[in-house]
């Protein structure tokens, strides 16, 4: 069997950034290696888990249209909770709407501008 362990997030501060990380989406540390510039990894409730590891180089942030991986999708069966939870503390990148086949979306960037897309579907694909 054949699944996704993890994604991994290349951070400029690691610290700052699983911070955020588990204050926005109560997420568990479940690895820490103690380092100067620590790699975490953060677990979710239904076992998907991130690693926050430090970054030797730096880009400057792109839209969802840049080729490569651009965001982090996220499901919820309350996305207008999520967004009025959210809409305040963070930086939302595109505001909540939905399509014309009842899928509910809104964007936002973390503490280090990468994009995350909540998502909530009439019917999981």
């Known amino acids: 069997m054949l699944y996704l362990e993890h994604v ?3 951070a400029k501060d690691t610290k700052s950034l ?19 510039n620590p790699t975490f990894i953060l677990k979710f409730k239904d076992g998907g888990m991130l690693e926050i590891y430090a970054a030797e180089s730096f880009n400057t942030t792109c839209d969802n249209k840049h080729q490569g991986i651009r965001h982090l999708a996220f499901a919820t069966d ?48």
């Open 8 to 10: 991994g997030i290349c």
């Open 18 to 36: 699983k911070d955020w990380y588990v204050k926005y989406f109560n997420l568990e540390i479940v690895y820490d290696n103690k380092k100067e």
């Open 78 to 125: 309350d996305i207008e909770g999520e967004y009025e939870r959210l809409k305040h503390e963070v930086f939302i990148e595109k505001e909540l709407s939905e399509n014309n086949k009842g899928v509910k979306t809104f964007f936002l960037r973390d503490l280090e501008g990468n994009l995350i897309h909540y998502i909530q579907r009439p019917t999981s694909l």
